[in-house]
């Protein structure tokens, strides 16, 4: 009997089991682009919820020098075991001169969220038989180069989790959607609009038209008005694909920061920002040439009323263009926009066909709802400083403007209402948002860096000091898939059971194992009369592989349960960060199969 084949004639589909990682060709797939003069572009594609390491990351010529390699910033993520570390999420582009070489090895690493590190990984790719500058005029044209997932018998279960993927994609643009909607919406309800649809209800309707009429005509106003803004949003994100490079530059990122700060500034009062004066007039002069009442006048002053933003309208549209000219993403910033005009021209419509009755009286109130934009353009602001800043000052940051958001609601909201409830409700609110301001500005002096666990920092430290007393769980090394068969054999004659752990150095989830887990004094316990085995595959040589590969192990932590009769316990495997609590019950429910 041996463990390892009875491992392997499980089918690859139980690979991921209940644990719902993805394996690692499906997690980060690139694709390498020969741009043709020269350089090369290596697209890195990331999964949702999972991320590549820039240290880890290595590109050299495979057969002669590169030159040039610029990466983009990453996010710097913080762990209390390897510090801070940049990382990749969702997509990253790299921009390579190809020098004198003509193909590429390529080394990398990532991990999950969720708590699985998968083994380093490599890749030879060839993309010009003759470099750019040769001068060899039967050179090959440019050519792309993709690295997909390796088909398998997993393949439905994969199709399935990419089918997933897709959905959360598109469920994270739905959300982005309706904020933007929501935003366009919220920015009705400022000084400079609300005051003014009724007259633009009349203006563009007229004071004759039936309902149906009304309605036609104001939609094709919105509608006009709404692709307007789709297609600046389109321009900012096809200005900012091809500028992004540029723009995660420290100089350009506090400069847009500063941007930002002056837009808040404007929507708190303290300045105004319009288009020029000469071009406000040039448009107004051609909005009043529009005669209400016919499809074409409605579409055309939607469109110059797009372009003819308000004061309390600019600073929020210059906000939401920069936002999306970072992202490169010509479908967000084209459907976020067309969103953002639709949110706007909601209650106009509502205006023309149903009357004015549904609207709220005009009031001192609007100033609190330019406040809210205020704020969302200050966190904004922060939003980009991330990508420059410690992440001690970022939590400070936000510590300091969820104070202020806390006091300015209370505020603002004391001198508008006289409704008991309300205030009571908004001063509950106030107090609990200053208090967790406060909160997170002590975690950023005790050196934390997690706004929703401001306090982590602290406790992590007081358990550091217990935990160096506690007990710990003690592994036996194996390498190799005979030794494991060995003991497994050995250990099942004697009716014992096998708890076998898949660990790496480079896994930050299995330092989380190994001090949460397997240094519990009630997981201690459990484990007494069990063979307890350790892979380490901090190497990740051959054998280590081959181990990996005989076991369908994804990577680590990965831990299994194996009985006397040198069967795993497969539906108990664990894949991935792991509480005490749930372990101890995969252990029970295990024994006792």
């Excluded at 990532?110 to 005029?137: I, Q």
């Excluded at 939609?219 to 600046?232: E, K, N, P, R």
């Excluded at 953002?340 to 100033?367: D, K, S, Y």
């Excluded at 994804?554 to 831990?559: A, F, L, M």
């Amino acid at each position: 009997m041996a463990f390892a084949s009875s491992g392997m004639a499980k089918s690859q589909s139980a690979l991921i089991g209940n644990d719902d990682f993805l394996q690692a060709q499906q997690a980060f797939q690139y694709e390498l682009r020969d741009n043709g003069d020269g350089t090369l572009t290596l697209a890195w594609d990331i999964a949702p919820d999972y991320y590549l390491y820039r240290k880890r990351m290595s590109i050299e010529g495979a057969d002669g020098k590169l030159g040039d390699v610029q990466f983009p910033v990453g996010t710097v993520i913080h762990d209390e075991f390897f510090g801070e570390s940049e990382v990749f999420y969702n997509n990253a582009e790299i921009l390579i001169d190809s020098g004198t070489a003509s193909s590429l090895k390529l080394t990398w690493q990532g991990c999950a969220e969720a708590g699985l590190c998968y083994p380093p990984e490599s890749a030879t790719e060839a993309f010009n038989a003759s470099p750019a500058g040769t001068g060899n005029p039967d050179s090959t044209p440019p050519t792309t180069h993709t690295r997909t997932a390796t088909s398998s018998s997993s393949d439905t279960k994969v199709a399935a989790d990419q089918s997933l993927t897709r959905q959360l994609d598109e469920d994270g643009l739905s959300w982005n959607l309706a904020i933007f909607f929501g935003l366009g919406l919220l920015l009705v309800f400022t000084p400079c609009v609300l005051p003014m649809i009724p007259i633009l209800s009349t203006v563009i309707v007229g004071n004759e038209a039936s309902p149906g009429r009304a309605f036609a005509l104001s939609s094709v106003y919105v509608i006009s008005m709404a692709v307007t803004y789709a297609l600046l949003g389109v321009g900012a994100a096809l200005a900012g694909s091809n500028l992004q490079a540029v723009l995660q530059a420290p100089f350009f990122i506090i400069a847009i920061a500063s941007i930002f700060v002056l837009l808040a500034l404007s929507m708190f009062g303290l300045h105004q920002l319009q288009l020029p004066a000469f071009v406000r007039d040039r448009l107004s002069r051609v909005s009043q040439r529009q005669q209400g009442g016919s499809l074409a006048s409605a579409s055309a002053m939607g469109v110059v009323a797009a372009l003819l933003a308000s004061p309390c309208m600019t600073a929020p549209l210059a906000g939401a263009l920069i936002y999306i000219a970072d992202t490169g993403n010509t479908t967000l910033g084209g459907l976020a926009l067309l969103a953002l005009g639709l949110g706007m021209g909601a209650p106009l419509i509502a205006l023309a066909t149903f009357g004015a009755g549904f609207l709220p009286r005009p009031g001192a109130w609007m100033n609190g709802v330019k406040a809210v934009f205020g704020f969302i353009l200050l966190g904004t602001t922060i939003y980009f400083l991330e990508r420059i800043l410690d992440d001690t000052l970022v939590l400070a940051l936000w510590g300091g403007l969820t104070i202020a958001a806390g006091l300015s609601l209370w505020q603002v909201v004391r001198s508008v209402s006289r409704t008991p409830a309300l205030r009571t409700l908004t001063a509950g609110t106030s107090a609990v948002m200053t208090f967790w301001g406060g909160l997170m500005l002590i975690g950023a002096a005790a050196g934390g860096d997690r706004p929703l666990q401001p306090l982590k920092e602290l406790s992590t430290t007081a358990r550091a000091g217990i935990a160096s007393e506690q007990p710990h769980a003690v592994f036996e090394d194996f390498k190799s898939v005979i030794n494991l068969d060995r003991a497994v054999a050995e250990a099942g004659e004697q009716g014992q059971w096998t708890l076998v752990e898949f660990y790496a150095d480079w896994c930050v989830s299995c330092k989380v194992i190994e001090q949460e887990v397997f240094a519990d004094a009630t997981v201690v316990s459990s484990l007494s009369d069990m063979q307890l085995l350790r892979a380490d595959v901090t190497a990740n040589d051959a054998l280590d592989q081959e181990l990996m590969r005989e076991l369908n192990v994804v990577g680590p932590p990965t831990i299994l349960i194996v009985g006397p009769d040198g069967q795993e316990r497969r539906s108990q495997r664990t894949t991935g960060e792991v509480s005490a609590e749930v372990f101890l019950d995969r252990l029970i429910q295990a024994r006792e199969s």
